[in-house]
């Protein structure tokens, strides 16, 4: 799927944008939310690039997987998806909450709204800081729960075609992971070039190069699917975006943390910084299974053996 002038003209300005982005040191934080980098992306209008015709969905998807090949945290992606195309007027960050409300979600605790997509329902509430209560544990990702989340749900406000702001979700995850397993590979991949094993570079060794370009592959594979549902707006092809991004995610997680040897087990290296990521966003919207499920149901039916 390849972007349109104006969307290569975004992605340079973006590409620009991040690189004078601070970035954090290598001290084992579990948390790495940059109120820098967030604030530089609604600052210059990126998030607001969905909304426009000429950027298009397809542009927010490649802002987020962008912006997710960093070792920093950003809310990006509700912001530049969902946020332009179904609520431009509310306040961000976004925190979602899909099913239980009193589930925790991704930054919850620096949201100043959050949309419920729950009991067949889309509605979306504005949060203050009291709203919330941090429980990210030992995540990259900030994480929290709403400390009282029926009275949350009591003050919102219906937010329309469920269907759709499900849609946007499922595109914006898996741009978010494909980013989060494209900068572990490339971190990977600079490690096996200078460590060395028997006299040689890692990298030489062919058995290795070959789990690479697998990964390398899927990876690619995977951003395709993904870019091609943000154009296409096809529910369907949202769903397997998603699906096969899940679905290949935990081999490649596997794979690039054994190259890593001992130093992919310890917080010194920033592997750790992509691959939690993806970890938790292994599970998100009911995680591979529940994609490739309701894919087979769409395309075959469900009745079909």
């Known amino acids: 799927m390849q972007p349109t002038a104006e969307q290569a003209a975004f992605v340079e300005a973006l590409e620009k944008l991040l690189s004078q982005i601070p970035q954090p040191s290598t001290d084992g934080q579990r948390s790495f939310f940059s109120e820098a980098a967030d604030s530089a992306l609604e600052a210059g209008g990126m998030l607001d690039a969905a ?11 490649l802002l987020v997987d962008k912006v997710a090949r960093l070792p920093i945290v950003v809310e990006a992606a509700t912001s530049s998806l969902i946020r332009p195309l179904v609520c431009p007027d509310w ?27 729950t009991g067949g329902q889309a509605r979306i509430a504005r949060i203050d800081a009291g709203d919330s209560l941090d429980v990210s544990g030992f995540f990259t990702y900030p994480v929290g729960r709403l400390a009282n989340p029926d009275a949350c ?7 329309g075609d469920r269907g759709e702001c499900m849609r946007l ?39 290795l190069q070959h789990r690479l370009a697998s990964a390398a592959s899927s990876v690619a594979a995977a951003r395709l699917l993904t870019f091609r549902a943000a154009a296409r707006g096809d529910e369907a092809e949202a769903v397997a975006a998603l699906g096969y991004a899940q679905d290949c995610a ?5 794979d690039l943390h054994q190259f890593m040897g001992a130093m992919g087990l310890t917080l010194e290296h920033p592997l750790y910084r992509w691959t939690y990521r993806v970890k938790l966003l292994l599970s998100d919207l009911g995680g591979a299974y529940e994609q490739l499920g309701r894919l087979s149901g769409m395309t075959w039916g469900e009745t079909a053996p």
Not at 92 to 102: C, K, L, W
């Open 250 to 254: 935990t081999r490649i997680v596997y």
């Open 51 to 61: 909304g426009f015709e000429e950027y298009g969905p397809l542009a927010a998807a």
């Open 169 to 207: 979700l499922r595109i914006a995850v898996a741009a978010e992971i494909n980013g989060c397993l494209q900068g572990a590979l490339d971190e990977v991949t600079g490690y096996v070039k200078i460590r060395k094993q028997f006299g040689r570079p890692l990298g030489s060794f062919q058995a």
């Open 91 to 117: 306040p961000r960050p976004i925190a979602v909450i899909v099913g239980d409300m009193a589930g925790a979600a991704r930054f919850l605790c620096q949201a100043r709204s959050v949309i419920f997509l």
């Open 153 to 159: 749900f009591a003050r919102s406000e219906p937010l």
